[in-house]
C-alpha cells in the first residue's frame, strides 16, 4: 500500500533557528497536507497544498507541493518555543476522509 | 475550521471492559471518521461513520470491536469492546469540512487498559 516516509524522525533546535523537514510517498498524491499535534491534543491542520510546485505560507511556515508530486517539503522560520510538537503529513489514502499519515517528526525547541 | 468535542478525554480502564467515546460537532458534517494513534505511532483510519447506516470499516477493524453509532450529522459514538491493553491509545474523531480532503480532529481520547 502507500507509504509516507517523513524526515527526521526527530529535531533539537535552538530558537531561533530555521527548521527544515520533508516527507516523500512511494506514489503521486494531487494533496498534501501538514499537521501540527500538541501533547494531549489531536492534529491541527497548518498547511493544504493542492497543485503541484505550489508554495504556501501560514505566518512562519512555509510548505511545498514537489513539483513530482511524490514529495513535500515543511519549513518554519524562526522557531519559538511553542513550535515545540510532532509535525505530520498526510495525502489521501484512497477514500473520502481516508488520510495516510506519515510518522511524524517531533519537534524539540530550546529558549 | 469545526469546533469538535470529544469525550472522554482520558479514561483508564480494565481488560475485559467497554469503553464508549462520544463525538459532538458544532454544525452538521456529512462525513465523521474515527482514528487510532498507537504510543509513539502516527494514526490509522477505522472506520467512516455513516448517519443513518452501518459504519464503513477500514481492514484490520471489524465492527464487534468497533462499534460505531451515528444517529445525526453532529454527534457519534466509538466503542472500545472487550479491552486489552493492546487497544491503548488514543482514539481520534474526524471531520471533512470540506471536498479538498482538509480533515478536523478532536481532542482525542487517551485510553490505558490496564
Known amino acids: 500500500g502507500q507509504q509516507l516516509n517523513q524526515s527526521p524522525q526527530s529535531m533539537f533546535i535552538q530558537e531561533g533557528e530555521d527548521v527544515s523537514m520533508n516527507c516523500t510517498s512511494s506514489?503521486?498524491?494531487?494533496?498534501w497536507l501538514w499537521y501540527k499535534q500538541d501533547p494531549g491534543e489531536g492534529p491541527v491542520l497548518l498547511i493544504a497544498l493542492y497543485k503541484a510546485g505550489e508554495l504556501t505560507s501560514n505566518g512562519r511556515l512555509t510548505a511545498q507541493f514537489g513539483i513530482t508530486r511524490k514529495d513535500s517539503f515543511l519549513n518554519i522560520s524562526a522557531s519559538i518555543p511553542s513550535d515545540v510538537g510532532i509535525y505530520f503529513c498526510?495525502?489521501?489514502?484512497?477514500?473520502?476522509?481516508?488520510?495516510?499519515f506519515g510518522k511524524g517528526t517531533k519537534l524539540s525547541v530550546k529558549p | 475550521s469545526a469546533v469538535i468535542s470529544q469525550k472522554p478525554s482520558r479514561d483508564i480502564c480494565q481488560r475485559g471492559t467497554s469503553l464508549t467515546i462520544q463525538c459532538q460537532v458544532d454544525?452538521?458534517?456529512?462525513?465523521m471518521f474515527w482514528y487510532r494513534q498507537q504510543p509513539g505511532q502516527s494514526l490509522t483510519l477505522i472506520a467512516t461513520a455513516n448517519q443513518g447506516s452501518e459504519a464503513t470499516y477500514e481492514s484490520g477493524f471489524v465492527i464487534d470491536k468497533f462499534p460505531i453509532s451515528r444517529p445525526n450529522l453532529t454527534f457519534s459514538t466509538l466503542t472500545v469492546s472487550n479491552m486489552s491493553p493492546e487497544d491503548s491509545s488514543i482514539y481520534l474523531c474526524s471531520v471533512l469540512r470540506d471536498s479538498r480532503e482538509k480533515l478536523f480532529f478532536g481532542s482525542g481520547t487517551q485510553l490505558s487498559v490496564l
Open positions: 498526510a495525502g489521501p489514502g484512497g477514500s473520502q476522509g481516508n488520510l495516510i
Open positions: 454544525s452538521q458534517v456529512t462525513m
Open positions: 506514489s503521486i498524491f494531487n494533496t
